[in-house]
């Protein structure tokens, strides 16, 4: 079965540079969140689309930001880099926001 | 606000043996809870839900987890653990429908053979 895909896979970017992560959720998901994972950490949930709208917004940096593009796929945006940010990014889809959430495999992003 | 927690870091059981991996959750209302599976750089996998309904609710792999209001808990369990088990696994919660998950911070399964 498909399951969701994220590019790229890993990611190395020097502080503050910018870094986009892509996300396409499973065929026919119209929701879609963002996790970050940091080391040794649970993930934290950043921000979520449904329908191509914000639905919700968590701990996400003003720095970052995120849209829902017509096709459903996703992308987050990071600007000025941080020595922090490095973690591992995952997105999830649902079929509409009353689903369980499917996970993709993650972006390792490092910044050095 | 939500929360879950795991009390453990780490549970070890040897193969053959059952294992429970223990989940406790606050959350003002009726809570939708989750189990996920982390394998060493891979994503979350869906293990298990719990909605409504009957309180022992079964899952992929063999996993089931038990429901219990009055103490606010999900454990999950397993009768008979592989060693193929061992992995991080995140109990985590929503409110009011498929919101964002809160997680827990995790526990470790090691299954020795």
């Known amino acids: 079965a498909a399951g969701v895909i994220q590019s790229p896979r890993h990611l190395i970017k020097e502080k503050r540079e910018t870094a986009t992560l892509k996300c396409y959720p499973i065929?026919?998901?119209?929701?879609v969140y963002w996790y970050q994972q940091g080391p040794g950490q649970d993930p934290q949930f950043l921000i979520s689309f449904y329908e191509k709208m914000q639905s919700d917004k968590g701990s996400i940096p003003d720095r970052f930001s995120a849209q829902q593009f017509s096709d459903y796929h996703s992308e987050l945006n990071m600007s000025s880099l941080e020595l922090g940010d490095s973690a591992l990014y995952f997105c999830?889809?649902?079929?509409?926001?009353?689903?369980?959430?499917?996970f993709g495999p993650g972006t390792r992003l490092t910044v050095t | 606000a939500q929360s879950v927690a795991q009390p453990e870091d780490q549970v070890n059981v040897a193969e053959g043996n059952p294992l429970t991996v223990k989940c406790t959750y606050s959350v003002s209302g009726n809570p939708y809870l989750f189990w996920y599976v982390q394998y060493p750089n891979r994503g979350l996998q869906f293990l298990l839900k719990?909605?409504?309904?009957?309180?022992l609710v079964k899952g992929s792999y063999g996993f089931e987890a038990e429901f219990n209001k009055s103490q606010t808990s999900f454990h999950l369990k397993k009768p008979s653990a592989l060693v193929s088990d061992s992995a991080l696994y995140f109990c985590?919660?929503?409110?009011?429908?498929?919101?964002?998950?809160?997680f827990g911070t995790g526990t470790r399964l090691l299954v020795s053979p």
């Open positions: 719990y909605i409504t309904g009957d309180n």
């Open positions: 985590a919660v929503t409110l009011s429908g498929f919101q964002k998950l809160v």
């Open positions: 065929p026919r998901h119209d929701t």
């Open positions: 999830a889809s649902s079929l509409n926001r009353d689903n369980e959430q499917y």
